[in-house]
């Protein structure tokens, strides 16, 4: 039989031996500040392993709460985004309404200041497929005791005259088509005149001599001799006037009092009862 | 055809030289005793506790038993002196456990190979003692090698040749 002596055993009870002294010696020792050194090796052992768990812990909460936040951010950032676009639109709409309120509010005040005048307001709800005139829907119709040739004006001047009469809606031909036309008269000199349309947004005055003096920004009414629109309406203001060599009449540029390229919410006159225009 | 059992287990227990009940114990007592009762001008070169616990060492042959055997005298030398426990106890140790794995593999019964081991072992025992305090007792003014400490190993050693055979008479016949 041979023997194969095994070392580990008397080496593991050396070891532990040694170690067992050295705890002891440890126990009993007393380094600067009288702090036993086992309490120091235990401190020196414990606190690498102190500090590499509490990087670790440390970096990972913070990499989680850096992740967890910035998907929040990212989340909270959309949804402020959707939330900042919806109030754009809203906004908008809000603007508009007050804009709308603001006419309202003028035609309001305009109606009552002329309370005794008959008159419809009618909202714009669209224009006609025809480039070539200016001719614009408006809600209401004939159920609402529209007809042909009504005046339509704002509060701020004329805009035109009822083209068409149907029963819900009506066609309103604008001051500034090449078809219209109304009679007019200069503030100043009280001088007559024909307001016409010509396709663009200005307007030009006929009839008026070369011999009458007109300033510029001087205003036109309405001279209620055509028997559509009462007497005194604003109509435009004279933008420039330049007299005709070849004729009699000088050529006056005027601009619409109205604002016919935003027209929103209009006033149909339902008589030809003067308005005591303010 | 050779059988030949391969025996795996633990260390078999190699006690070449047993002794009579209580010699062990009694001359590690009077070891220590005559230690502490040495005057003290001559303490410094005589180290009977070392020189008892070499012997058992090699008598035994056994790493374990010789371990424990250093442990102890080591302890009760801590425990009678100024030492902190465990200073000479690992010193006295660590002696015992290499006394023992030699004393497994050498003639140790010859006056010459104790002569030698005695320097050696007292050497070991105090570069032992002197790297403990510089580690754990933070003591830098230890030296592992003087003059004194040489002639104190030659001190014992010749000490040791006289010991030994004394001690031989306490074995118990095989």
């Known amino acids: 039989m041979i023997a194969i002596p095994s070392r580990h055993k008397s080496l593991t009870l050396l070891a532990a031996v040694v170690v067992a002294q050295v705890l002891l010696l440890a126990v009993q020792i007393k380094r600067a500040g009288q702090v036993r050194l086992i309490r120091v090796w235990a401190v020196e052992l414990i606190s690498p392993v102190q500090r590499a768990s509490s990087w670790v812990v440390y970096n990972f909460e913070h990499g989680w709460g850096n992740y967890v936040s910035l998907r929040n951010t990212r989340q909270d950032n959309q949804a402020l985004r959707s939330e900042l676009d919806r109030l754009k639109v809203r906004n908008a709409e809000l603007e508009g309404r007050a804009h709308e309120a603001d006419r309202l509010a003028g035609i309001l005040s305009f109606r009552q200041a002329h309370r005794d005048v008959p008159m419809v307001a009618a909202r714009v709800i669209g224009g006609s497929p025809d480039s070539g005139s200016l001719v614009v829907n408006i809600d209401r119709g004939s159920h609402d005791g529209i007809r042909r040739d009504m005046g339509v004006i704002t509060p701020d001047g004329v805009v035109g005259k009822i083209l068409a009469a149907y029963p819900d809606i009506s066609q309103v031909l604008l001051l500034g088509d090449k078809e219209s036309g109304v009679g007019a008269l200069l503030a100043d000199t009280r001088t007559q005149g024909v307001v016409r349309g010509s396709g663009k947004p200005d307007l030009t005055m006929d009839y008026v001599s070369n011999e009458v003096k007109v300033s510029a920004g001087e205003a036109v009414l309405t001279s209620g001799q055509d028997r559509i629109f009462p007497k005194d309406l604003p109509v435009a203001t004279v933008a420039e006037t330049a007299a005709d060599r070849k004729g009699s009449f000088m050529k006056i540029r005027l601009t619409p009092a109205a604002h016919l390229d935003r027209l929103e919410e209009v006033l149909v006159l339902l008589t030809r009862q003067d308005l005591d225009v303010k | ?174």
Do not use: C
Request: without cysteine; aromatic residues 12%.
């Open chain 2, 1 to 174: 055809m050779d059988n030949t059992e391969v025996y795996i287990g633990p260390e078999p227990h190699i006690e070449v030289h047993k002794y009579y009940g209580g010699v062990v114990p009694a001359v590690v007592v009077l070891a220590l005793v005559l230690q502490a009762f040495f005057p003290v001008r001559w303490s410094g070169y005589l180290e009977l506790p070392l020189l008892v616990t070499l012997y058992f060492a090699l008598s035994k042959r056994n790493p374990s038993s010789g371990l424990v055997l250093g442990m102890v005298v080591g302890l009760l030398q801590d425990s009678l002196s100024r030492t902190p426990l465990g200073l000479y106890g690992i010193a006295k140790t660590l002696v015992g456990y290499v006394g023992s794995s030699i004393g497994a593999r050498l003639d140790v019964e010859h006056p010459l190979a104790r002569f030698i081991l005695t320097i050696g072992f007292y050497l070991f025992h105090h570069a032992v003692f002197t790297l403990t305090s510089h580690l754990l007792l933070a003591h830098q003014n230890e030296t592992y090698v003087t003059a004194p400490i040489l002639i104190a190993s030659v001190v014992n050693a010749f000490i040791a040749i006289g010991l030994f055979p004394l001690l031989d008479r306490f074995r118990r016949p095989s």
